[in-house]
């Protein structure tokens, strides 16, 4: 009987729980969104818009607590090959994305499934982010990790050009078309050419 045993285990010790929960929301965070099972998502979606209610409030208290809960991982980012520290989980938490939330209450993330699944057990996968992440990272410019449409041709790109590839078959055959009127004009030119000389002799000696 399951007394005093709430929420879900998924197949972890409590230590093992609480390690994949903080780092999980640290990468939340520290993303703005990541690609994890539907258990998974629910298990760590309220814990990270605790800790984005927690930082709203932004007091020293509050971020003592957020430490405590989430630890306080370092962001690293590569510039020009090599690694380059850009703060930290808990400073991007309380200093950017907690006032970004001020006039919303509640309903901080959102999960959108996926349609394909993970590779190795065949597991259904979603996109947990924080709301609003898209601005973001379409703000912060060509860091992003966005693949442009000019990389991926679409399916019209790709119908355009099948189509465009006949039509410079049926051009090139137009240009050869007049090429060989000519060569047969050129012909008959030479042709007549033998019948008038002959003439143009007796003429002479008329």
Aim: charged share 35%; hydrophobic share 35%.
């Amino acid at each position: 009987m399951r007394h005093q045993v709430a929420g879900k285990h998924l197949g972890r010790t409590s230590a093992h729980r609480k390690a994949l929960r903080r780092n999980l929301a640290a990468s939340l965070f520290e993303h703005g969104t990541i690609s994890t099972t539907p258990e998974k998502a629910k298990f760590v979606r309220p814990f990270a818009e605790k800790l984005i209610t927690l930082a709203k409030d932004g007091s020293l208290h509050a971020r003592r607590r957020a430490i405590k809960l989430l630890q306080n991982r370092r962001i690293c980012r590569v510039e020009k090959g090599e690694p380059v520290e850009a703060g930290t989980v808990v400073k991007k938490l309380f200093d950017e994305i907690g006032p970004g939330f001020a006039g919303r209450n509640g309903g901080y993330t959102r999960m959108i499934r996926l349609p394909w699944r993970r590779i190795g057990d065949n597991g259904k996968l979603v996109l947990l982010q924080l709301v609003g992440a898209e601005e973001s990272v379409a703000a912060s410019g060509p860091a992003t990790k966005r693949v442009s449409s000019a990389a991926v041709p679409s399916t019209e790109d790709e119908a355009v050009d099948q189509q465009e590839e006949p039509q410079e078959v049926v051009e090139q055959g137009a240009s050869e078309e007049p090429a060989d009127d000519d060569s047969q004009d050129a012909e008959e030119d030479e042709a007549k050419a033998p019948g008038g000389e002959p003439d143009e002799a007796e003429e002479d000696k008329a």
